[in-house]
């Protein structure tokens, strides 16, 4: 069965230090993968999709960014973390065709 | 408008109860559509897919009304388990991506 990882859990950081949030997910190939930030109070918000390896669509212009190195591995990045950065952080999986996402377990950063 | 809305509530109801709620988008090309249950400080977990027939697993039952652009979703026998945010998903016909409506909260109250 498919299964999808995210850490670390919890991340309280500095503004202005860099981020990487990692996702991998297992027992499937080619996935679909999908970065989601929910702000307190706030919706998920889609930040960036891959179809594939090296393939990155961005939704939302700015400090973020995510690299797909392999096939079942995500990484979303910044280089200078900004208040607004703060909330939970969502990677999420797709196959083929079908429009069902399944979501990793999430990352909850707080930027100080 | 919103590409999808949902009332936020919360519904507060007594367990046993039946409880319903819409949501509504507005991309009548809309093709796929879901709800999804969040548990206070979890991810979403897909709950049903709402086929145009509708769909029914167990205690919970989707509908879709495509002339009205909404879906519903009804839970009967209400459990405290059944407690969380529930959130309409709805995929706007572009590209691979789903939207989601900012959820509603349900309560059920022992």
């Known amino acids: 069965s498919q299964t999808i990882h995210q850490w670390p859990a919890t991340l309280v950081q500095p503004v202005g230090s860099p981020l990487s949030l990692e996702c991998t997910v297992e027992g499937t190939s080619n996935p679909n993968l999908y970065w989601y930030r929910q702000a307190a109070g706030r919706g998920l918000q889609l930040l960036f999709y891959s179809v594939g390896i090296g393939q990155i669509s961005s939704e939302v212009p700015q400090n973020l960014s995510a690299s797909r190195p392999q096939d079942r591995q995500f990484i979303l990045s910044s280089k200078k973390l900004l208040l607004s950065d703060s909330g939970f952080y969502l990677c999420?999986?797709?196959?083929?065709?079908?429009?069902?996402?399944?979501f990793g377990p999430g990352t909850r950063l707080t930027v100080t | 408008r919103k590409e999808v809305e949902q009332d936020p509530g919360p519904f507060n109801v007594p367990e046993g109860a039946t409880v319903a709620f819409n949501c509504t988008y507005s991309n009548s090309a809309s093709q796929s559509f879901f709800w999804y249950r969040q548990d206070c400080r979890k991810e979403p977990k897909l709950l049903m897919s709402?086929?145009?027939s509708g769909n029914e697993d167990g205690r919970f039952t989707a509908q879709l009304n495509r002339a009205s652009q909404y879906i519903s979703l009804l839970i009967r026998d209400s459990k405290l388990s059944d407690s969380a945010t529930y959130l309409c998903v709805v995929n706007p016909d572009r590209d691979d991506k789903i939207i989601f409506g900012k959820g509603t909260r349900l309560h059920i109250l022992p």
């Open positions: 709402v086929y145009s």
């Open positions: 999420a999986w797709s196959v083929g065709s079908s429009y069902e996402q399944y």
